[in-house]
């Protein structure tokens, strides 16, 4: 659920939208996608991190 949400936000951030429509191309695409892969990760990370500490 949790997963969910942040993918959400980070699908609706400006950054991200702005790096798509910048991507001619499908390696552009890939590292815009790990990339996202990355913040999605550092958010879980971060709020796990605040919930348990």
Do not use: D, H, W, Y
């Amino acid at each position: 659920m949790l997963v969910k949400i942040l993918q959400g936000s980070v699908a609706l951030n400006p950054n991200s939208l702005l790096l798509v429509n910048q991507a001619p191309t499908l390696e552009l695409l890939f590292l815009r996608n790990q990339l996202t892969n990355l913040m999605e990760l550092v958010l879980v990370v971060s709020i796990n991190r605040e919930c348990f500490s």
